[in-house]
């Protein structure tokens, strides 16, 4: 290999993994003012064709290899699919063509007996802005690990054997959509013995435009309920009425208006991919965050007493408690959905049981799912119990009545300005062990994988603080049970953090 073409694999490396983002591929895939196209077809073509031979790889040259595409609602979608095809029919793959599709979805397209797919690839951002766009990878072991992201990444950008002597990949449309929608209402049908369970009750989704809005006609009409109020159904990658994530104010103050309009018995939000859910409950109480952590956590310690909920790592001390009088254990974890799950994988491996992972964002995954974050399915859970509830005249919401919320709390990001932003986040934290011993009532949280959690005694709450996973800053979560704590916290914690010159308060 010449000196030139060197550099030149090792200028393309560099560029294909300024996209990797931990598990995923993200980037700019519209270009607008102050930002410039990265995810481009070019690049998306070469990331397919390392796809390709990483499975090929992977499956020790088996022949006849086939990989479903899907994608959300992005308007790059379609470019960027179309890349993917040409890449990979062009190393002899046959591609399966899911069309509009959900993230979980796309792993069941390894799995279902119909399809048997050596890999997917889920063109989606998520919940970011229309011009973001990314893909997502899977087998049928599950989604790719970041030291597979690297593997396809160095193949990407290695120039492969010539394929001009292959023959070229057949595409095939199909409706995986269909058939997954079937596998859900088959699961709530098969759980509570009857073909309409949700016959005169109204529930509502709310899809924000993105991939989700078949969960109303596919899913919850074939099961009998009322779908009249459901918002923002159809696909449109402008995302013109609000952000599709669950987490957010406007999106949940959105559902929530729709329930009590509509006077719906249950309201269902999902992220642009359907990975992420939230309800409403008939009153309006949004059930997010910590609140859904509690209903699935009751829900299934219900089934099975002295089970592990494994969570990341800014829940709260109600949500504790909660888990707590329900005779289960909370093993509160480390952000990020992909070492929520492994953690829990691991923990039953060493024969904990522990049978559900799940973020305060609202990734759910179970164990009797394969383990994979669905909001579709953490959602059809909930529609059994609501089912088998109100044959007992009680509501969902009854469920997480006893959980305590905090009075005040509070998200805060502090931009850390410097080059290696991670290493001096770590040193602010180290700082922070040594400051707790000088606050009267403050103590570290000795149960902790992440960052630095303080108990505030004198607040009634407590803070965590952490280095972020993708972002150059600090974030911090502050919760009391008393009005004014946070304030008292972070004033505390402000006058340690000025001696740090590089952060942004």
């Not at 409950?281 to 007493?305: D, F, M, P, Q, Y």
Request: aromatic residues 6%.
């Amino acid at each position: 290999m010449s000196i030139n073409s060197c550099n030149l694999e090792n200028d393309l490396k560099f560029a294909l993994n300024k996209l990797k983002n931990g598990t995923d591929i993200r980037g700019i895939a519209i270009e607008i003012k102050n930002y410039k196209k990265s995810l481009t077809s070019e690049a998306v073509s070469l990331i397919g064709n390392g796809f390709s031979k990483w499975l090929k790889i992977k499956n020790a040259n088996k022949k006849n290899l086939k990989v479903a595409i899907g994608m959300d609602s992005r308007l790059s979608g379609p470019q960027l699919k179309e890349a993917l095809e040409e890449a990979l029919t062009s190393e002899g793959l046959t591609v399966y063509d899911c069309g509009i599709s959900t993230t979980p979805s796309m792993f069941m397209a390894t799995v279902l007996e119909d399809y048997k797919c050596d890999g997917s690839m889920m063109i989606t951002a998520s919940h970011l802005p229309y011009y973001y766009n990314g893909i997502k990878f899977f087998t049928s072991e599950g989604g790719c690990e970041k030291e597979d992201i690297d593997e396809i990444l160095d193949l990407a950008s290695t120039p492969g054997e010539d394929s001009s002597n292959l023959t070229i990949g057949e595409i095939k449309e199909v409706n995986l959509i269909e058939d997954y929608s079937k596998l859900l209402v088959n699961k709530v049908r098969d759980s509570v013995n009857c073909e309409k369970p949700l016959e005169g009750r109204k529930i509502i989704v709310d899809a924000g435009n993105g991939a989700g809005g078949f969960f109303a006609d596919k899913v919850l009409k074939n099961l009998g309920a009322d779908t009249e109020g459901s918002q923002f159904l159809e696909p449109d990658g402008t995302f013109p009425n609000h952000i599709p994530n669950p987490e957010n104010k406007e999106a949940m103050g959105s559902i929530k208006n729709a329930v009590l309009s509509s006077k719906a018995d249950l309201g269902i939000i999902f992220d642009t991919d359907v990975d992420r859910a939230a309800i409403v409950s008939r009153t309006g109480e949004e059930i997010n965050k910590n609140a859904l952590i509690a209903l699935i956590s009751s829900i299934v310690i219900g089934e099975n007493e002295g089970t592990t909920i494994v969570t990341d790592s800014i829940t709260s001390t109600g949500l504790t408690e909660f888990i707590t009088n329900l005779n289960g254990v909370h093993h509160r974890f480390k952000r990020g959905y992909k070492n929520v799950i492994n953690e829990a994988k691991n923990l039953n491996e060493k024969g904990i049981n522990c049978p559900v992972a799940i973020e305060t964002s609202g990734h759910a995954a179970l164990r009797e799912n394969y383990f994979l974050d669905d909001g579709a399915y953490l959602v059809v859970k909930i529609l059994i119990e609501m089912a088998k509830l109100e044959k007992e005249h009680e509501d969902i919401s009854d469920l997480i009545k006893d959980l305590k919320h905090a009075a005040e709390c509070e998200e805060k990001r502090i931009e850390i300005k410097c080059e290696d932003s991670r290493a001096y986040g770590q040193c602010v934290i180290e700082g922070l062990n040594e400051y707790v011993s000088q606050i009267e009532g403050w103590s570290i949280e000795p149960k902790n994988y992440e960052g630095i959690r303080i108990n505030c005694d004198k607040e009634k709450g407590w803070f965590i603080l952490r280095v972020s996973l993708h972002e150059p800053l600090l974030a911090l979560n502050i919760e009391s049970d008393i009005e004014g704590g946070v304030k008292s916290i972070f004033s505390k914690l402000e006058i340690f953090m000025k001696n740090y010159n590089n952060l942004v308060l």
